[in-house]
């Protein structure tokens, strides 16, 4: 039997599968995608090879014996990311339940204690297969040593022969540190020749084959600048043939009879992949994979039937249960509170008939625990109390660190942790027509369930932040802001439901005589709803050019009649009857359906933990939705009017903050220049990218700027470009080319962050809010554009949102310290309306600007436009 040694290279396998595969998590909300791809690799690498003998070796530290040659050796690298890190011990782990040996050696590498076990094993007359992502690693082949090394993705793999390396460079394996001797290496930071690349170093190796015959016959080689850098760079070129030279008899403890293959332990390794819910790897081992009913503990909790210092302490979880759908009717099931006392269940009568409970939960210094606070805070204000003192939110905490996750309720975060104690809301209450409120005992037990689960979570959450660099980002602007927000959701904004019922009788005329005039172009009565019968009339009747067609018969979508628009009137007034009729259903009746019948507000919700960017979007109803681009959907803002006689409404939004974020991250000179100099952004790009003066930018040139301007950070694409603007899409390209041939910093900055986000699998903002986008290291080319354009987006949209949030805390704390009745009402995308009596506008018209253009320091200048009238519409 042939005795057949393999020996991994596992720091760089372990990085392969990391970063071949998007960052995943297991219901404890470790990350597993390294873990899984190794595994992957070592179960192909079992089944092709049938080693007899077997090893893993690792990197002991950073710092080895050729540090001591030359001090920047792998200087350049970046630090493992920490999803990276924390998989490594899992990797052991795994690689001991496998039986599989692995080994490190202070001071040396793993390619050193490949080198020397394969030199050995090779002297024995062993078959030795080297698996490895790295090529350094190729000098060791032999007709007896050949080396895998992975290419894309986790199992494709090239395997260096002797006859591959000929093929490939044409040098014998041996010449390969040779060749990086005169090329050097840029990932081990290795110098090498300066100017000497890969061709150039094959060229003079095949001449004279090794490093110090070529640097000892300068004289002949060609070319002048060629032979000057060789003479000049002597020594260097020495150090880095022995930087690049692995260490084949390294001082290893470790023999070849201590690496003995026996199979591995079926138990352990099934254990370890039902841990990390490796459940497809699983079924390859032949396991049923059984998906166990977990047994939750008992929680021995008490019943409260009067408050007294063992329930309301200084600190606590409160949790307070308000289904959704009764979010502004405060309709509250009961409520959970857990300290260091133990666990009790609230009744709802009992809490909000007393006195003692009130007075606690608005006492600032007793610090309360939550999950959503806002909704909390905003359901207690209709009873009456005003929740003070959050200190902790578990529902924000947990939606900073996964932001791409949705949270439906406290058992959805308590699973991403890990957290198996509470079940969740559906099988509790049911869904749809099967929904309902349980039975005391039932619901009791959920809620005190779930007060275990915030109180549980609380630490490792905080944890998490503090390591994640997010504690400022959790307790400086989010946590505060929740608070602003639910006073924003419990004071509403006055709506006048007079004027929505006229503008909708006056679009109810106008969508009748619409109607009256498609017909009389089509020549008969239709139903203009209905896409077969629309179809039939352009396309049939009317002979119109058929654009796309459906399974059902012709597309009348929105695309295809605007590309239809010149063709016929009827066009035009279909398209214009569709936008009459969203308008009249969508907001205007929409918008009636949700005025509070007490307040004859809206109480519309903010919704802090929804979208990956960190921006706010608010429902019931969407306010930040409202067309404004039709003159009659602007004309909706005119019945959202201030709550008092004699105010105004005033609103100031932020003048091209993301094209300013945008100057300040990738710090271009241009950009920079014209914002420090209040120049028209649009006007200026135009002139740069087209070499004309000021006064010889045209309005189109403008035009092509402005579309340039927004559309770059969100990488857009020379097709997308040519469909805005109406132009060829090789103009398009030539536009894009110029554009960033002239604004340097944005093409570095676009560069710069898809290379990073690939390193770490996630970008940053200003203010270290994270999102992750394991999708840039897809194999599927679409997939990995889109991430690369949300790598290129995300900081600057998501540092704008930190902005106004910002903004909004900063302004909170001026209104109170000015003691002004002003009130913040709404945020609708880089805006803030206030509602605030005539008086004080002249004070408002100082401190908003001044306040929201200082909330970040940037190195352009934040600029804030305002202005007020009667209504919401009247202030723009």
């Not at 979880?317 to 959970?336: N, Q, R, T």
Request: charge should be negative; aromatic fraction near 8%.
């Amino acid at each position: 039997m042939t005795k057949k040694i393999v020996l991994i290279d596992g720091n760089s396998i372990a990085y392969r599968a990391f970063f071949a595969l998007p960052l995943l998590n297991n219901d404890k909300g470790i990350h597993t995608n390294a873990i899984y791809g190794f595994t992957m690799i070592l179960m192909k690498i079992l089944e092709d090879e049938k080693p007899s003998h077997m090893l893993v070796a690792f990197d002991a530290g950073k710092t080895t014996f050729r540090h001591e040659t030359f001090q920047e050796y792998k200087g350049g690298r970046q630090k493992t990311p920490p999803e990276l890190s924390e998989q490594f011990p899992f990797i052991r782990e795994l690689l001991d339940a496998y039986q599989v040996s692995r080994y490190e050696l202070e001071n040396y590498e793993a390619d050193d204690i490949i080198g020397t076990l394969s030199k050995q094993a090779e002297k024995d007359g062993y078959e030795v297969k080297v698996i490895s992502g790295d090529k350094d690693l190729t000098q060791l082949v032999t007709e007896n040593i050949t080396v895998d090394i992975t290419k894309k993705g986790i199992t494709d793999v090239d395997s260096y022969t002797p006859d591959f390396v000929n093929e490939k460079y044409g040098l014998t394996p041996g010449q390969i540190i040779d060749m990086k001797g005169l090329m050097g290496d840029t990932s081990d930071n290795i110098p090498g020749v300066p100017g000497v690349g890969e061709k150039t170093a094959i060229k003079l190796l095949k001449e004279f084959t090794t490093l110090e015959n070529v640097l000892n016959s300068v004289d002949k080689v060609s070319g002048k600048k060629l032979k000057e850098k060789l003479e000049e760079h002597h020594e260097q070129a020495i150090m880095s043939k022995k930087l690049a030279t692995i260490d084949c008899e390294a001082p290893i403890s470790i023999s070849l009879d201590d690496i003995h293959y026996n199979g591995f332990d079926v138990k352990k390794v099934t254990g370890i992949f039902k841990e990390l819910g490796f459940n497809s790897l699983l079924e390859k081992l032949g396991e049923e994979v059984v998906v166990e009913e977990e047994v939750i503990p008992d929680l021995p909790f008490e019943k409260v039937t009067e408050f007294t210092n063992v329930v309301l302490t200084d600190e606590a979880v409160i949790y307070a249960e308000v289904l959704d759908e009764s979010y502004h009717k405060a309709d509250i099931l009961g409520f959970s509170i857990q300290n260091e006392n133990g666990l009790f269940y609230i009744p709802v009568d009992t809490a909000l008939s007393s006195e003692s409970f009130k007075k606690w939960a608005e006492d600032e210094t007793k610090q309360k625990i939550v999950y959503d606070g806002k909704k909390t805070s905003v359901a207690l204000h209709w009873k009456g109390i005003a929740l003070k003192g959050i200190s902790f939110d578990v529902l924000i905490a947990a939606y900073l660190l996964n932001p791409s996750e949705t949270f439906d309720d406290v058992a959805s975060v308590a699973k991403t942790n890990g957290l198996s104690i509470v079940q969740s809301d559906e099988l509790v209450y049911g869904k749809g027509a099967k929904r309902s409120i349980p039975n005391e005992e039932i619901l009791s037990e959920h809620l005190i369930r779930k007060g275990q689960a915030i109180y549980s979570l609380k630490d490792k959450l905080e944890m998490q932040l503090e390591q994640n660099d997010q504690s400022s980002l959790f307790y400086d602007l989010e946590l505060p802001l929740s608070v602003i927000l639910a006073e924003m959701e419990a004071t509403g904004v006055r709506v006048d439901s007079k004027r929505l019922k006229d503008m909708g009788d006056d679009l109810a005329e106008q969508l009748t005589s619409l109607e009256k005039n498609i017909h009389e172009h089509a020549g008969e009565t239709f139903n203009i709803n209905s896409p077969k019968q629309l179809g039939v009339i352009l396309f049939d009747k009317l002979q119109l050019p058929v654009i796309k067609k459906t399974k059902t018969g012709y597309s009348t979508s929105a695309d295809v009649l605007e590309k239809l628009e010149d063709k016929h009137e009827i066009v035009r007034e279909i398209l214009h009857y569709r936008q009459l009729g969203k308008l009249k259903s969508t907001y205007i009746d929409g918008l009636l359906k949700v005025v509070h019948e007490d307040t004859k507000k809206i109480h519309t919700r903010f919704n802090q933990v929804l979208t990956t960017t960190g921006r706010l979007s608010s429902i019931d109803p969407n306010l930040q939705n409202i067309p404004i681009r039709l003159e009659e959907g602007r004309k909706i803002r005119q019945a959202f009017v201030p709550s008092e006689k004699d105010w105004v409404i005033f609103a100031a939004d932020y003048s091209q903050i993301e094209l300013r974020v945008l100057a300040h991250i990738a710090n271009d000179k241009n950009l920079v220049e014209a914002f420090r100099n209040d120049l028209d952004i649009h006007t200026k790009t135009a002139m740069d990218v087209f070499h004309v003066e000021k006064e010889d930018v045209t309005s189109n040139m403008r035009r092509q700027a402005k579309a340039v301007n927004f559309g770059i950070v969100y990488g857009i694409s020379d097709y997308g470009l040519s469909q805005s603007l109406g132009i060829t899409r090789k103009e398009a390209g030539e536009f894009i080319k110029r554009y960033l041939e002239t604004f340097v910093g944005v093409q570095d900055y676009m560069e710069d962050i898809v290379a990073d986000v690939r390193e770490k699998g996630y970008v940053k903002t200003l203010l270290h809010r994270r999102r992750y986008i394991p999708e840039i290291t897809s194999s599927n080319f679409n997939i990995r554009s889109f991430a690369e354009r949300t790598a290129m987006n995300t900081p600057i949209q998501g540092s704008a949102a930190d902005i106004i949030k910002k903004a909004m805390i900063d302004m909170a704390a001026r209104l109170k310290k000015e003691k002004v009745q002003a009130k913040l009402l709404l945020q609708v995308h880089d805006e803030l309306i206030f509602e605030a009596p005539k008086e004080e506008i002249a004070i408002l018209e100082k401190i908003v600007p001044e306040v929201m253009e200082n909330a970040v320091e940037l190195n352009v200048p934040l600029k804030v436009d305002y202005s007020y009238g009667d209504s919401w519409y009247d202030a723009k």
